[in-house]
């Protein structure tokens, strides 16, 4: 199926030029390369590709990096991507054209990849079931094929499931001291300078693989382990910590947590790599209608409340103030810093950086990747996890699968020219078409070029959205927190819940009834408050929702509400039967039913009762499908 192509120390990408090429049966038009150093596959057949990626029993990843004829300048460099993590995952080498249309075409919807782009398939094959597990990342500029190359390595390193195998060296490893200098690759390698002045990398794969090194270790720092002068590492797996719950925290403490996965219903959060817990929303919010995903984003790090209870871990986001001590997360090297910071996240930014300023710098940086493929969210340390990838357009997938059957028709007529040199005025007649089909191929290059522009335009308003989202998340859980706070204040101003619900309801008629109309509309001097009343009120966490509440209330009391068409007063009846019998106790009360809201999603209904002589007793605040009284 495929050809063994082996990279011979591919040179550093230059923005300008590609022109030099080694043509062969399978790889026309492909980068020259110098003698040898890690393995990728071309691709020979898309559709058995394919057949190989969704197969059962694969152990290693898949990265498939496409490259078009047409646009050498932005062709993402498989060199690189082999020599970094051919070790860990089988990378393939695929040309765009009839091939990569019968690997599109043997896959999932929106699976495959075209153009000058790259896209990672885990072993697991979760990326059948939601396609945006496996993230597609294009290449639209020089700059950008840079970038593309770091986010590859990186989707590479966070589908390992297990550090790859090490043959034993010949003679036994001297352990050797260095200093940490920089870090590369998307936080994957940490250039270490040796005491004797030696420069060597440490392997992420080799240390944690589902953990950046920059985010364990720190410009500057020390560090030591067995020095292999044949490959240039330093493995300094004996420098690795295994953190114990029972020594870190104790029950109550505020801690750090990553969000790895997010859902409606709940959120897995992670303490250190080995350590995550599952939190229901209900211990994300007290607001039934919230859900987790409204809350807290994928890839951020919050402050959770750490407790035991009856000796099992639950981790909490209620009750976490804004102002107390966090407890420092753990080190999982000796020597190195917290794994967890408190305002840095993972992000997608790769697509950011591909639409911006194209001046990045070459080389190392002290604070991460040199062509930054994952840039910062904040203080300079985020990382790219997979997100829901920006699609291309109809428009532009048309525009590149027509220029692709224009550019191959070119190369049939000029391989006709070149046969047909003696022909006379046939050679004319192909010379004319060949002339009109550049100019039709160059017309089709526009429109695409075009289209590439719009598309990394929404790519990074989408970027950009992502980040807002994950603020705005951040910040509604800070405001619940702090409206919950001061309701708590407030509440120990009261002898009993009872005590506060009169006290807001008569606060509310003061506020709410002008002073002119308090004489017609005076709150009576006698009403009940049922046992479930004060919690049902209370239990809303959002602006505005108690309030809205005690003014239903305050009309119902006043008898507002029987004269107001939008509270909808009327029998709370036994069954959905219009003719039903309406709720009715021993004592003589009938129950009715007033509406809190309208025209939102489970609207807020209040449930009382009305004694023979007219005295109101406050029931429950309900949501609209609950008919219990």
């Not at 040179?11 to 090429?21: G, I, L, P, T, Y």
């Not at 710098?361 to 996890?385: M, Q, R």
């Not at 708590?488 to 003061?510: C, K, L, N």
């Not at 809303?540 to 003014?551: C, D, S």
Request: net charge negative.
């Amino acid at each position: 199926m495929q050809q063994r192509h082996r990279d011979h120390g591919h040179e550093r990408r230059e923005h300008a030029s590609r022109a030099a090429v080694s043509r062969g049966p399978a790889n026309r038009d492909h980068p020259k390369r110098e003698p040898a150093a890690a393995d990728y596959q071309v691709v020979a057949s898309g559709e058995q590709l394919a057949r190989t990626l969704m197969s059962v029993g694969r152990t290693r990843p898949a990265a498939v990096i496409a490259w078009h004829p047409g646009m050498p300048e932005n062709r993402i460099d498989v060199g690189r991507i082999a020599r970094e993590v051919g070790d860990l995952a089988d990378i393939y080498y695929l040309e765009n054209g009839p091939e990569s249309f019968r690997f599109a075409h043997a896959l999932p919807a929106g699976a495959h990849v075209y153009g000058n782009a790259a896209r990672v398939y885990s072993a697991d094959l979760d990326w059948l079931r939601d396609v945006y597990r496996s993230p597609l990342r294009m290449a639209q500029t020089p700059r950008a094929a840079a970038i593309a190359e770091e986010c590859i390595i990186e989707d590479v390193l966070n589908r390992v499931t297990a550090p790859p195998a090490v043959a034993a060296p010949q003679k036994p490893l001297e352990e050797k001291a260095g200093v940490v200098e920089a870090f590369a690759s998307a936080g994957s390698r940490a250039i270490v300078e040796l005491d004797g002045g030696q420069r060597c990398t440490i392997q992420r794969e080799r240390v944690t693989p589902s953990v950046r090194l920059d985010w364990m270790l720190a410009v500057g720092q020390v560090v030591s382990g067995l020095h292999d002068p044949a490959a240039g590492t330093l493995d300094i797996g004996a420098l690795k910590l295994v953190p114990r719950l029972t020594e870190l925290y104790s029950s109550g403490d505020l801690v750090l947590a990553l969000a790895e996965e997010v859902g409606a219903k709940a959120a897995i959060l992670t303490l250190y790599p080995g350590s995550s817990w599952e939190v229901p929303v209900q211990r994300i919010s007290s607001n039934p209608l919230d859900t987790a995903d409204s809350l807290v984003t994928e890839g951020e790090v919050v402050v959770v409340r750490f407790l035991r209870v009856k000796g099992s871990v639950v981790l909490s986001l209620i009750d976490v103030d804004d102002d107390a001590d966090v407890r420092g997360a753990p080190e999982l090297l000796r020597g190195g810093t917290p794994w967890l910071q408190s305002g840095r996240h993972l992000v997608e930014a790769a697509q950011t950086v591909a639409n911006a300023d194209g001046s990045a710098a070459e080389g190392l940086s002290p604070v991460g990747p040199s062509v930054a493929g994952c840039l910062p969210a904040a203080e300079g340390h985020s990382v790219a996890v997979p997100r829901p990838p920006v699609k291309a357009s109809a428009a532009l997938i048309s525009a590149q699968l027509a220029l692709d059957t224009e550019k191959a028709e070119v190369a049939r007529l000029q391989e006709l020219v070149t046969a047909g040199s003696s022909a006379g005025p046939e050679l004319l007649r192909l010379e004319r078409e060949l002339a009109a089909l550049r100019g039709e191929l160059e017309l089709e290059h526009r429109h695409s070029a075009a289209g590439e522009e719009h598309v990394a335009g929404l790519a990074a308003r989408n970027v950009r959205q992502l980040e807002d989202l994950r603020t705005l998340r951040a910040r509604n859980r800070e405001m619940q927190q702090a409206l919950k706070r001061s309701r708590d204040d407030q509440s120990g101003a009261f002898a009993t819940p009872d005590e506060q619900v009169r006290h807001d309801i008569y606060m509310t008629w003061a506020r709410y009834i002008p002073a002119e109309d308090k004489p017609r509309f005076p709150l009576p001097a006698e009403f009940t408050i049922g046992q479930e009343f004060a919690a049902s009120l209370y239990a809303r966490t959002e602006q505005g929702a108690v309030a809205k509440a005690l003014k239903t209330v305050v009309e119902v009391l006043t008898g507002l509400a029987d004269r107001s068409s939008a509270r909808e007063v009327h029998p709370l009846r036994v069954s959905e039967g219009g003719d039903a019998p309406q709720h009715q106790r021993d004592d003589g009360a009938r129950c009715f039913r007033a509406a809190i809201e309208q025209g939102v999603a489970s609207a807020r209904r209040l449930h009382y009762w009305k004694a023979l002589n007219g005295q109101v007793e406050l029931s429950r605040i309900v949501l609209h499908d609950d008919f219990k009284p």
